[in-house]
């Protein structure tokens, strides 16, 4: 099984993913949250919510 197929099987309600950077789970739509705006001096694509857990 691989990652996308994961995701959907298990994932089956809103859900966050924390510091996907430029490799998000494939398959699902999470509200994305990160530490930084930019990670090894590359911005990052997609932030919801800038923040510490």
């Known amino acids: ?21 430029d490799k998000p789970t494939p ?5 994305y949250i990160d530490k930084a705006r930019e990670f090894s001096g590359k911005p990052v694509p997609h932030i919801d919510y800038i923040g510490n857990a």
């Open 1 to 21: 099984m691989n990652r996308k197929e994961s995701a959907q099987r298990w994932r089956k309600e809103i859900g966050v993913e924390i510091g996907a950077f």
């Open 27 to 31: 398959g699902i739509g999470p509200i």
